[in-house]
Nanobody, 123 residues
Framework: QVQLIESGGGLVQAGDSLRLSCAAS?????MGWFRQAPGKEREFVAA????????YYADSVKGRFTISRDNAGNTVHLQMNSLKLEDTAIYFC???????????????????WGQGTQVTVSS
């Protein structure tokens, strides 16, 4: 069982930056982030997978968000720049163990979920 601990959420103004972090208690194959805005379905944001650290992004965050991990591979970071009002959401860290075909944007891929951290972007 892998536990995920998120940190870094908060209240910022549009155009600002924020960095989320997620620490896993064990080894994983892939880690990433989903988000859920009020009244909307949960959606994929970004993921990083494998030994080579392949990265995947939702179109809505490409060019603004960057996912990375530390050398040990147990912590991922989501650097969020040029934040927009529509980025306001609860951000959930996710993780997946090795095995099977990997579809980064599918919720079903991830057995481990964090509790979520609130990101609020104000005008």
């Amino acid at each position: 069982q892998v536990q995920l601990i998120e940190s870094g959420g908060g209240l910022v103004q549009a155009g600002d930056s924020l960095r989320l972090s997620c620490a896993a208690s064990g080894q994983t194959f892939a880690m990433g982030w989903f988000r859920q805005a009020p009244g909307k379905e949960r959606e994929f944001v970004a993921a990083l997978a494998g030994s080579k650290g392949a990265t995947y992004y939702a179109d809505s965050v490409k060019g603004r968000f960057t996912i990375s991990r530390d050398n040990a591979g147990n912590t991922v970071h989501l650097q969020m720049n040029s934040l927009k009002l529509e980025d306001t959401a609860i951000y959930f860290c996710v993780a997946r163990s090795p095995g099977g075909t990997y579809y980064p944007s599918s919720e079903k891929q991830y057995a481990y979920w964090g509790q979520g951290t609130q990101v609020t972007v104000s005008s």
